[in-house]
């Protein structure tokens, strides 16, 4: 969790849909420029659910959280990580954050409550101030379900009924299949003479080249306290990577090619990198992005050698061991 400092004074909760590409890598990152903004201090964070029945495999997920300033400015800080983790540029709709809920008691109401008059003796008074409610969080599970594990008390201005009471009443499709947020890959790496092999496991083929290029560069572990030491993203350093590849490039060589087309950004750009997704993993070329920040010197990385990957016929999880040599 977050220990920014501060004075915080809206509470929120921000959802995650994660559609195409690495997939968990895209979750995993959107939480990261959250929890290392200087204005948002993240709070708790939900399970990771699939949606059911969706073949592009959807994830969903929310995080909430304490920042600073007004709804409105909290709503454009949320389309702007919008735009980073999936700028439009790229016309790949890979991911979507979004304000489910948020509580300002400073805030002037919206809309005033007018709850049906078998509930208003059964009813707390409504909390004063401002409450935005997505007009999604009542009607779609991956959006209700999320919202309500991390902010059971998050209400709809109106009818004051809490928003966990929506779940029974929610259309489908609902969520399902619900796995811990895991703030990192898993990783492992062992020294060999001239270099190192890193060992990794991933829940697919993109999420495994996100996991490659992470292990490469040495990027640190998100979900970590914030200390003066962290490693604070820029927006301003955000890295486009692409590779093109041959139509018949093995699994090894597509790892290979993507680590050295990351080489040559984050060398060229000078870059620290805290967060890698890959954004669109086709057939013949690899888009995706590199958050960090600039340094005054160059990088030294080393030279991606070889790659062993394998991949579970059944559930689509790849493991790899990538040989990296010394320069």
Not at 161 to 170: G, N
Not at 178 to 193: K, L, Y
Not at 270 to 276: E, S
Request: with cysteine; glycine share 6%.
């Amino acid at each position: 969790m977050s220990n920014q400092s501060g004075s915080p004074n809206i509470e929120a909760a921000l959802g995650l849909r994660a559609r195409a590409g690495s997939r968990e890598a895209l979750l995993r990152a959107a939480f990261d420029l959250v929890d290392t903004s200087p204005t948002m201090r993240v709070r708790e964070r939900s399970l990771v659910w699939q949606v059911a029945d969706d073949p592009t495999g959807e994830l969903v997920a929310a995080i909430r959280i304490h920042a600073q300033g007004d709804i409105a400015g909290l709503e454009a800080a949320v389309a702007a990580l919008q735009d980073r983790v999936c700028p439009p540029a790229l016309a790949v709709d890979a991911l979507r954050v979004e304000l489910l809920w948020a509580h300002d008691p400073q805030g002037v109401p919206r809309v005033a409550a007018n709850p049906p008059p078998e509930l208003e003796p059964e009813r707390p008074p409504l909390p004063g101030g401002e409450i935005y409610l997505h007009p999604d969080a009542l009607t779609r599970a991956s959006a209700c379900g999320p919202l309500s594990e991390v902010a059971g008390h998050a209400r709809e201005p109106v009818s004051t009924r809490f928003v966990s009471e929506f779940l029974q009443t929610v259309p489908e499709p609902y969520i399902e299949l619900p796995q811990p947020f895991r703030p990192t890959f898993t990783s492992m790496r062992r020294a060999i003479h001239g270099g190192w092999v890193d060992s990794l496991v991933a829940r697919d083929r993109a999420d495994l080249l996100a996991a490659a290029a992470e292990a490469f560069v040495s990027a640190p572990a998100s979900a970590m306290p914030i200390d003066p030491t962290t490693l604070l993203p820029d927006p301003a350093a955000d890295a486009r990577v692409s590779v093109t590849l041959a139509a018949e490039a093995s699994l090894s060589e597509r790892v290979l090619g993507w680590l050295r087309a990351v080489e040559q950004v984050v060398v060229g750009d000078q870059l620290a990198v805290r967060r890698v997704v890959v954004i669109d993993d086709g057939a013949l070329a690899i888009h995706g992005l590199l958050f960090g920040r600039r340094t005054d010197s160059p990088a030294t990385l080393g030279h991606p050698h070889d790659a062993s990957v394998t991949v579970d016929p059944a559930t689509g999880e790849c493991r790899a061991e990538i040989t990296v040599l010394e320069r």
